[in-house]
């Protein structure tokens, strides 16, 4: 293809991607009603980053990431910028097809298609991406951004968390990846620098706890159309301000459950929402659910709950410890299906069910992501024997399933209203 049409044809690219979010955006802020006046940041902060291409991150080097097991903290102490690259645009989904096999997850081909030579504004001076070898589709990416032109760090991750060789073979990796990340920011990392990044981090993922204690009330104070949108805020948002926002949120919506203000009916069905992750803009499922009625008060998936829930925990300042307390904080908790086995995956969702007092669970699997289409098995028979429905669905970022799955997500979210009222 000569120089001309491939020009045009990627401006068309980024043109579908604005309309794709306006449109998105438009959805979220319109189509319900009443949204708390601290979501207008999010609201704003989107608008301006995907439709205008306007810059969020602060000045620095940015340095995409592929996967929330990735540790922002020691790119931040190097005097980087993380930025993740987990796309949810279908146009670049599109895009991506020239480099990925179709029948790939469109979370994968979308970041490819992303990384393409014209960026959206934003991620215009982006060059260097750590890429973590989790899923064999997210491995093999890897190999294809650097024939991108990106100066792509393969980050090397376990493919088992339980094991003493699995935990030494992973802190091996992030001490590694600290001097790769100093030669990526040309930066250093010292023992002032990775404190203060695990400070800051730590304070933003305090205000998304505060924030996920709220939505276990009843009757629901945020619906999760508006979560998900904050915890995606925090893929590309300046850390500080993004903490600070979601500290306004938390303040207005104490003061609406003061009011006896909420987001739902006291008896909307309320769903645990997991799988695949809900990426900006392609939130057709949660919106779908929410459309229908129910509410989504929790969720467990990696653009959200898995990402910011649990902290570094650090015994002595000193550089050594900090960095394999980071390495620590990446790989124990971490519930993603990538795992040989992975029964952390079913306590926390049979646990997030219970404290969240959950009716019922949506399972979103990207078609071609097998390892979420596995372990669904075993995720339905856990939440069955604990007397859970759950609704399978499996999808991609093309909108020509909304009629089909709106079909099914109603006549769920119906079925859970009748059992509430038949156990009432
Ligand atoms: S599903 Fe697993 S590998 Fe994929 S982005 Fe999420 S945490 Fe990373
Ligand atoms: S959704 Fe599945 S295939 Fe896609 S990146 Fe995550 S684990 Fe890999």
């Known amino acids: 293809m000569s120089a001309a049409p491939q020009g045009g044809r990627r401006a068309a690219v980024l043109a579908q991607q604005i309309r794709e979010s306006a449109q998105a955006l438009a959805t979220l802020e319109r189509e319900f009603p009443d949204n708390p006046a601290a979501m207008d940041y999010f609201y704003k902060l989107f608008h301006r980053v995907y439709c205008e291409g306007g810059r969020a991150q602060p000045e620095g080097t940015l340095v995409g990431t592929t996967c929330v097991q990735v540790p922002d903290e020691i790119v931040r102490a190097a005097g980087g910028v993380p930025v993740r690259l987990c796309s949810g645009s279908h146009a670049f989904d599109l895009a991506g097809a020239d480099?990925?096999?179709?029948?790939?997850?469109?979370?994968?081909?979308a970041t490819l298609g992303l990384l393409q030579d014209e960026r959206p504004a934003w991620l215009d001076s982006l060059d260097r991406v750590v890429n973590l070898t989790t899923c064999d589709q997210k491995k093999k990416a890897g190999q294809m951004m650097e024939e991108l032109g990106c100066q792509v760090h393969h980050l090397e991750f376990p493919p088992s968390k339980d094991s003493e060789h699995a935990r030494a073979f992973w802190r091996a990796s992030v001490r590694d990846f600290v001097r790769a990340a100093e030669r990526m920011t040309g930066g250093r990392v010292t023992?002032?620098?990775?404190?203060?990044?695990i400070l800051a981090v730590s304070r933003a993922q305090?205000?998304?706890r505060r924030l996920q204690r709220l939505r276990a009330e009843s009757p629901a104070l945020l619906l999760g159309k508006d979560a998900f949108l904050v915890t995606n805020a925090y893929f590309f948002d300046d850390l500080e301000r993004w903490t600070g926002a979601v500290d306004a949120l938390v303040a207005e919506l104490e003061a609406r459950r003061e009011a006896g203000i909420s987001a739902a009916l006291r008896r909307a069905p309320r769903i645990?929402?997991?799988g695949s992750p809900p990426v900006f803009p392609n939130l057709k499922i949660p919106v779908l659910v929410e459309q229908a009625g129910g509410v989504i008060v929790a969720d467990e998936t990696c653009s959200a709950?898995?990402?910011?829930?649990?902290?570094?925990?650090?015994?002595?300042?000193?550089?050594?410890?900090?960095?394999?307390?980071?390495?620590?904080r990446y790989l124990k908790p971490c519930t993603c299906p990538i795992f040989t086995s992975n029964g952390d995956r079913l306590r926390r969702l049979l646990d997030l069910a219970r404290t969240h007092a959950v009716?019922?669970?949506?399972y979103q699997a990207f078609a071609g992501c097998?390892?979420?289409?596995?372990?669904?098995?075993?995720?339905?028979r856990a939440l069955a024997e604990a007397g859970l429905p759950c609704l399978y669905v499996e999808t991609d970022y093309s909108p020509d399933d909304v009629g089909q799955l709106s079909t099914r997500v109603e006549a769920f979210i119906e079925s859970l209203r009748s059992r509430r009222r038949r156990r009432q």
């Not at 709950?305 to 620590?328: G, I, K, T």
């Not at 097998?370 to 339905?380: A, D, K, N």
């Open 99 to 109: 480099f990925m096999p179709a029948k790939s997850c469109s979370l994968v081909k």
């Open 191 to 197: 023992r002032a620098s990775l404190r203060e990044s």
């Open 206 to 208: 305090a205000a998304y």
């Open 272 to 274: 645990l929402f997991t």
């Open 305 to 328: 709950n898995r990402m910011l829930n649990d902290a570094v925990s650090v015994d002595e300042w000193n550089l050594y410890d900090m960095v394999d307390a980071v390495a620590d």
């Open 359 to 362: 009716d019922g669970v949506v």
């Open 370 to 380: 097998q390892v979420y289409e596995m372990e669904h098995h075993s995720v339905s």
